[in-house]
């Protein structure tokens, strides 16, 4: 071994055992910082440390409790969750193309996957061209880049517009399933007997031969709009719309059986009609608090008479805010409606008031 590799090894020695010759440069750092040397060694065990009376603090309360590791716990699970959701959405939607959507279509029975997994074609659809899926074939569509379709067979609809902030399609006829994560207003759906607006949402939407027309919401909430009606889905509520007379009554699909079955018999029969005011009374008597919702809309669906004991009813259940009066709801006030509207707490109405004046250009009127 040379003489410089000997005297190298020895300050190795000296620095990590403390024998051997110590190198000068390293007895220089010694003496500087002599003063600062411990004098005494450090217990094997982490001691006792007395920091004085704690100080009252709420959040000190809840992380003392052993609960939080598993909330904690729970919180990353529902992140990751949410996460893969929305890879997964964003993953089984076809690319978007800014000449048109991106169309996958499966053309085989839904239990074959072997056969449906070879019979994938993938297509673009323009601006005012027709999509239709046959007996035995499914389609996932991509809006864009701001959510995905899913065709049910049978099913047909044609690609009205695509711009920036409006994403528009007619259904005519079948069944889709929307998932939509753009802002509120975007995506609207015109079909034979209603408009619909997505305001946020996950919903299904039927619209049979005839016009007529069925929609459930599983999050966020939608609008409908026809003939000067309005209606409004919250998730876990429903509603029908009709070709003739346009949006019917929302109602939460958890109601009693009378109680749905008054509103389908409501919507489908003629204003004055023994049936219709026999199927009103059943809404009133059988309301719960929840069923505020079906109440509201009912107000704008009867005559004067009529108003004022839906008036009494929802009153009841929810009372009106404060601003409103009851010659101004009688009066169908919209202002004050739209108030109640939000105290009810199924979604802010100015959203929906917003799409109105950027898509039809109308501003919202007080009546």
């Not at 000997?6 to 750092?29: C, F, H, M, T, V």
């Not at 009374?281 to 929840?290: D, F, K």
Request: with cysteine; hydrophobic share 40%; aromatic share 10%.
């Amino acid at each position: 071994m040379s003489e410089r590799y000997k005297k190298q090894a020895e300050y190795n020695e000296y620095l990590w055992e403390g024998s051997g010759e110590p190198d000068a440069e390293i007895q220089r750092l010694e003496q500087a910082l002599k003063e600062f040397r411990a004098t005494s060694l450090v217990p094997p065990t982490f001691p006792m440390i007395d920091c004085g009376p704690q100080r009252s603090s709420w959040w000190l309360a809840i992380t003392s409790n052993t609960w939080v590791p598993r909330f904690a716990a729970a919180i990353v699970i529902l992140a990751a969750f949410s996460v893969a959701l929305l890879f997964s959405l964003r993953e089984s939607t076809p690319p978007s193309s800014n000449n048109g959507w991106s169309v996958e279509l499966m053309e085989a029975p839904a239990d074959n996957l072997l056969t449906a997994d070879k019979a994938k074609r993938k297509m673009q659809m323009q601006i005012g061209e027709t999509f239709e899926t046959n007996r035995i074939s499914k389609a996932n569509i991509a809006v864009a880049d701001i959510g995905r379709l899913e065709l049910e067979p049978m099913t047909r609809l044609r690609l009205l517009q695509s711009a920036a902030g409006r994403k528009r399609i007619a259904l005519e006829r079948g069944t889709i399933h929307v998932v939509i994560w753009a802002p509120p207003g975007e995506f609207v759906v015109d079909t034979p007997s209603s408009v619909v607006v997505d305001l946020g949402c996950m919903y299904t939407l039927n619209i049979k031969e005839n016009g007529n027309g069925f929609l459930r919401t599983t999050l966020g909430w939608v609008g409908f709009q026809s003939n000067g009606y309005e209606s409004f889905i919250p998730a876990g509520a429903a509603a029908a719309t009709y070709a003739e007379s346009g949006p019917g009554l929302p109602f939460f699909e958890d109601a009693s059986d009378q109680f749905r079955s008054a509103v389908a018999q409501f919507d489908s029969t003629k204003e004055g009609s023994a049936q219709r005011e026999a199927a009103q009374q059943v809404i009133l008597r059988q309301a719960r608090l929840r069923d505020g919702l079906t109440l509201w809309h009912l107000l704008s669906r009867v005559g004067e008479v009529d108003r004022q004991a839906v008036y009494e009813r929802l009153s009841a259940l929810i009372p009106p805010p404060a601003g409103t009066t009851r010659e101004g709801i009688l009066r169908l006030d919209r202002t004050m409606l739209d108030s109640w509207w939000n105290a009810l707490e199924f979604g802010d109405i100015g959203l929906w008031r917003h799409w109105e004046r950027s898509w039809t250009g109308r501003e919202a009127q007080q009546k």
